[in-house]
T-cell receptor, first 111, second 118 residues
């Protein structure tokens, strides 16, 4: 099946640093979602984006829905150790449709 | 937020046996449930979509006779891995979505089930 390409594949940063990751697709999505997955757990929704160009924040997290509807990025400001995990983007073509997941970005934070 | 519970969290079974995994929506009615499989260090791959009261829709390459899905009620879906083999060992995750949520149709995920076939 189709997958969304995420970059970088992994990041190892110092606590307090800002983080940026992005997700690109060859096809258009009408909804972009960002999830975080801890080891041995299911994904947890962080931010949902519904409109091209939309910029949405959730605490230290900010995500944007690309104008072309083929990409999205997620920023984490002032990272903390509990930000460690795998971040997945997911795209949805229409409301109620299945999700297509990205390849994931693995984040490690050094205290 | 909505709660989705999976059971068991982990299971070890012998090759050739069948294993059933349950996915329950605890505080909402889920007309649609999704089953994913995730191999180590990989992304979630959708296996099938199930709608309450109807047959599941399987993704290409997923054997419907091997991965039996039942969605008999609005709060419960089950995935049965029949005649399991070591290559079926994986992390299985369900998600559930309520009907008529409009923009809030993103699914909520269970905590996953780690299946190991020996």
């Amino acid at each position: 099946g189709q997958q969304l390409n995420q970059s970088p594949q992994s990041m190892f940063i110092q606590e307090g640093e800002d983080v940026s990751m992005n997700c690109t697709s060859s096809s258009i999505f009408n909804t972009w979602l960002w999830y975080k997955q801890d080891p041995g757990e299911g994904p947890v929704l962080l931010i949902a984006l519904y409109k091209a160009g939309e910029l949405t924040s959730n605490g230290r997290l900010t995500a944007q829905f690309g104008i072309t509807r083929k990409d999205s990025f997620l920023n984490i400001s002032a990272s903390i150790p509990s930000d460690v995990g795998i971040y997945f983007c997911a795209g949805q073509t229409s409301s109620g449709d299945k999700l297509t997941f990205g390849t994931g970005t693995r984040l490690a934070v050094r205290p | 937020g909505a709660v989705v519970s999976q059971h068991p969290s982990w299971v070890i079974c012998k090759s050739g046996t069948s294993v059933k995994i349950e996915c329950r929506s605890l505080d909402f009615q889920a007309t649609t449930m999704f089953w994913y499989r995730q191999f180590p260090k990989q992304s979630l791959m959708l296996m099938a979509t199930s709608n309450e009261g109807s047959k599941a829709t399987y993704e290409q390459g997923v054997e419907k006779d091997k991965f039996l899905i039942n969605h008999a009620s609005l709060t419960l879906s089950t995935l049965t891995v029949t005649s399991a083999h070591p290559e079926d060992s994986s992390f299985y995750i369900c998600s559930a979505r309520a009907a008529g949520q409009g923009k809030g149709t993103e699914a909520f995920f269970g905590q996953g089930t780690r299946l190991t076939v020996v």
